[in-house]
């Protein structure tokens, strides 16, 4: 699938009349309505960069799980540090408007049966890439402190190359926050700013591909993602597919090598504010003949590397003490689109730590 691509140097570069970035941004915006992603151009997008980040993990998630339990944190819900897999599960698998939507997808379109699914096979770790509140939170533990890893070959190169490529997936946010709000229509801070102080996760997950790498495997069962935007940097392997919004059909996507391109999701606080008239994205991650391709690729070229399949993802947050209330500007344009695709869904006010609170009570993260 071609989703739109978003250049994110047009915006950042001055001296481009204004005419062109506010097309780009409607082009944005559009894209998020359309398809819930859309693959954004970053020139600042080092691929090096990615590369020793995923390297830093692989070797990571390649330690014994006696030394990863050490990273756990599961008093503050997994949501700093490690997560082990067959923690958590989809959501999907039980929740009654998430199994309407697959049942309305035509059976050739739908998602790897996730009913019987157990808890994921993954593994992930939190890395929080949040500016220091200025007052106290209501959420404690959505603003934790990071856990840095205790193994010395790990822990030396840790901290440079997490902050270094959490910034540069933030700072990509960060800006694209701004397009979407001037192409809906809205103050070019009207995201950033409830942002500024979000509990941004650097969230990258890992796959044993040695114990789960056979075909069909479910890896990250159907969902859609709690946060703001989702963003990712190219990963090693495919596996990745997304339901766009005015298709209703699956589509595997892949970032292209060298090209400074990041694929970016709506998640659910995106879908809140604007009242549905952006959805959050249906995704999954399994182990298909694209990704069993790259394995064996990956074996040959690199056979003294683990072969752990990591996602480079970033989770941008509104700040957890935000008030989540549809944009009425936003409320007209989404009914009618519910009106059109399925029923109606009320979006109630609530502080955004609470909607990521019930989320994870849903995943089983948190009690």
């Not at 504010?273 to 069993?292: C, F, M, S």
């Amino acid at each position: 699938m071609n989703l739109p691509c978003i250049d994110l140097d047009i915006f950042l570069s001055k001296g481009t009349p204004d005419s062109v970035i506010i097309a780009e941004c409607k082009k944005a915006a559009e894209a998020l309505i359309e398809h819930g992603a859309l693959v954004l151009h970053d020139s600042r997008v080092n691929e090096e960069d990615n590369d020793r980040f995923i390297d830093l993990l692989e070797d990571y998630f390649a330690q014994p799980e006696a030394e990863l339990r050490k990273d756990e944190r599961p008093e503050l819900g997994y949501q700093i540090g490690v997560t082990l897999e067959n923690t958590e599960k989809p959501k999907c698998a039980v929740h009654e408007p998430c199994l309407r939507v697959i049942e309305k997808l035509e059976p050739s379109e739908r998602p790897l049966d996730i009913s019987a699914h157990q808890p994921d096979p993954k593994c992930r770790f939190f890395w929080r890439m949040s500016e220091p509140l200025p007052y106290e939170s209501q959420f404690p533990v959505l603003n934790a402190q990071n856990v840095i890893p205790q193994a010395e070959s790990i822990k030396q190169r840790w901290t440079p190359i997490m902050e270094q490529w959490g910034s540069a997936m933030k700072s990509a946010v960060d800006d694209l926050s701004e397009m979407v709000a001037i192409g809906l229509g809205l103050p070019a801070k009207s995201f950033r700013e409830p942002g500024k102080y979000g509990s941004h996760l650097l969230a990258p997950t890992a796959s044993d591909l040695k114990k789960y790498g056979k075909k069909d495997t479910i890896l990250a069962g159907f969902h859609t993602d709690l946060n703001f935007l989702t963003i990712h940097g190219r990963s090693r392997y495919s596996g990745l597919h997304i339901w766009a919004r005015n298709s209703g059909k699956r589509h595997a996507v892949r970032i292209q090598p060298g090209s400074s391109n990041l694929l970016v999701q709506a998640g659910k606080q995106l879908e809140h504010l604007t009242g549905g008239l952006i959805k959050a994205g249906y995704h999954e991650v399994v182990v298909n003949d694209d990704l069993l391709s790259l394995l064996e690729k990956r074996k040959r070229d690199h056979p003294d590397r683990p072969l752990i399949r990591i996602s480079s993802t970033f989770f941008w947050h509104l700040s957890s003490n935000f008030d989540l209330v549809t944009i009425p500007e936003l409320a007209g344009r989404a009914k009618a689109l519910d009106s059109r695709e399925e029923d109606e869904v009320v979006y109630e006010p609530m502080k955004v730590g609470q909607l990521v609170s019930n989320e994870l009570k849903h995943i089983a993260l948190m009690a």
